[in-house]
């Protein structure tokens, strides 16, 4: 079956950088773009941007845009978040997504969300 | 801010029927967007509930029901069980913006 497993939490001071990978596995790897959503306490969920592995091609949300960096290891079925000049604001719980596409027939509906990693925590405090 | 509007909370007895409102615009749902639900147990992560507006994953139960309008969209719950409680987020697609959009989500809560 699908599966997402994300790394472990990681507190980090302001103004540092952090990492955090997302290990795909039970599906083709290279299929499948991965999103990044997260979640700041008492928030609402909040798109960041997307990496497709088969080509490393990316999108990143205008808001992060400058401060993220998406990346993958397709011999190792992992992409990675990057995000840099951390304030306290970026505290959130960090999920990776799976997106997939239903089709009908000759139309396609927009792209979800099927699988979900199970979130990495990243307080941000000095 | 959220694009996409939902009410703070619903409520209901068990059995009953609640149902979740998602509002937009004219740069995503009433531009042809799809809405997509999803369900927040407490300190779990997101389950996609609905799809492309009204269509169920497999494992989800019969209960839960999607439409779409012109700028809105709504997740039905019927028959509301204990497990339902959650927080319930609609997401589309922001064409102007160029990026996916969450609603503020619904805190469901069965009395």
């Known amino acids: 079956q699908v599966q997402l497993v994300q790394s472990g939490a990681e507190v980090q001071k302001p103004g540092a950088s952090v990492k955090i990978s997302c290990k795909a596995s039970?599906?083709?790897?290279?299929?499948?773009?991965l999103h990044w959503v997260r979640q700041a306490p008492g928030h609402s969920l909040e798109w960041m941007g997307w990496?497709?592995?088969?080509?490393?091609?990316?999108k990143y949300s205008r808001k992060f845009r400058g401060r993220i960096s998406l990346t993958r290891d397709t011999s190792a079925t992992t992409v990675f978040l990057e995000l840099s000049s951390l304030r306290s604001e970026d505290t959130a719980v960090y999920y990776c997504?799976?997106?997939?596409?239903?089709?009908?027939?000759?139309?396609?509906?927009?792209?979800?969300?099927?699988?979900w990693g199970q979130g990495t925590l990243v307080p941000v405090s000095s | 801010q959220s694009v996409l509007t939902q009410p703070p909370s619903v409520s209901g007895a068990p059995g009953q029927r609640v149902t979740i409102s998602c509002t937009g615009s004219s740069s995503n749902i009433g531009a042809g967007s799809d809405v997509h639900w999803y369900q927040m147990l407490p300190g779990t992560a997101p389950k996609l509930l609905i799809s492309g507006n009204n269509n169920r994953p497999s494992g989800v139960p019969d209960r839960f029901s999607g439409s779409k309008s012109v700028t809105s969209a709504s997740l039905a719950i019927t028959g509301l069980q204990a497990d339902d409680e959650a927080d319930y987020y609609c997401q589309s697609y922001d064409r102007s913006l160029g990026d996916y959009v969450f609603g503020p989500g619904t805190k469901v809560t069965v009395l």
């Open positions: 997504a799976r997106e997939t596409v239903h089709c009908n027939g000759t139309s396609c509906d927009d792209p979800f969300f099927d699988s």
């Open positions: 039970g599906y083709t790897f290279t299929y499948f773009a």
């Open positions: 990496i497709s592995p088969g080509n490393g091609h990316t």
